[in-house]
C-alpha cells in the first residue's frame, strides 16, 4: 500500500497565532537563531491500488474541497517513499 | 535562511480519532479507496544562519522537549530546499 503525505499551511499572508506561540517561546527555552515558525497540519494517506496520475488527482481534489480551507490554507500533495 | 520543516504524528500503535474521523467521512464524500488517514502536525521553522549538523542536533533536541511529545508522538526533522 503506498502512503501519500497531505501538508495544509496557512497561506503565508495569513497571521499564524499557533506558529508565533511557539517561536516566541523558543528564546525563553534557550533556543535562539529560529526567526519564524509557522505551524500546519500532516495528513497520511494510505492508499489501496496504484498511485497513478488519476489517483493523485482524486487525492488532490480530495484534500482541496475537504481538507484544507483554500481560502486561507495551501496544500501540497507528496507520494511518499516507504521506509 | 534556511527552512527545518519538523512532523509530528502519533506514534503508529497510539489511537488517532482525528485521523479516524477523516477516513470515516471519505466514503461519504465519494472518496474510496484510501485505508486509513493518520492527523499530524507539521512546523516550518525559518532557521537564521548555516543549517550545519549542530543546528539539526540542537533542532532535533528542540522538536524533542518542545514540539512533540516523545510519549505518545514520533517526529522527523528535515531540511527543506528552497522552492
Known sequence: ??????????????????????????????????????QGKRFELEVEGPVDDAALARIRELAQTFLANTVIEDFAVKVEEKQ
Not at 10 to 15: D, H, R, Y
Open 1 to 38: 500500500m503506498a502512503r501519500v503525505v497531505v501538508d495544509v499551511m496557512l497561506k503565508p499572508e495569513i497571521l499564524d497565532p499557533q506558529g508565533q506561540a511557539v517561536q516566541r517561546a523558543l528564546p525563553r527555552l534557550g533556543f535562539d537563531g529560529i526567526a519564524d515558525v509557522r
